[in-house]
């Protein structure tokens, strides 16, 4: 099973670059990225999935999604558009609840 965002991220054992942090989330920016802005937000204990929680409960969420809003209105607000998107079951490469927000490109360049 692989955990990236624990083993490595969280760890430090991979620096990251943070974008927002609360005690029990962190956000920064993708360590490969996919788009010119790509932000993961994570919760800093392991949590399998959204919808597996494992012992943590629904709070989590909670807790993930307020971060996930506050970096979604950055990169809008910066970018005009922002894209949020999570993983699960075998499109979840990494085993840690995570959350993507990304800005795609312009949407009248065909980018998208």
């Known amino acids: 099973m692989s955990d990236f965002y624990c083993d490595e991220a969280l760890s430090g054992r991979t620096p990251v670059t943070v974008v927002a942090e609360t005690a ?9 990225p996919s788009y010119a802005v790509h932000i993961v ?29 506050e970096v979604a209105a950055r990169v809008c607000g910066e970018h005009g558009a922002a894209s949020v998107v999570t993983n699960v079951g075998s499109y979840q490469e990494s085993k840690h609840l995570h959350v993507h927000v990304v800005y795609r490109g312009d949407p009248g360049a065909g980018q998208l």
């Open 24 to 32: 029990t989330v962190l956000a920064f920016e993708h360590t490969r």
């Open 41 to 69: 937000v994570v919760p800093k204990r392991h949590v399998p999935s959204l919808i597996d929680l494992g012992d943590r409960g629904e709070k989590v969420i909670g807790e993930v999604m307020a971060v996930v809003r």
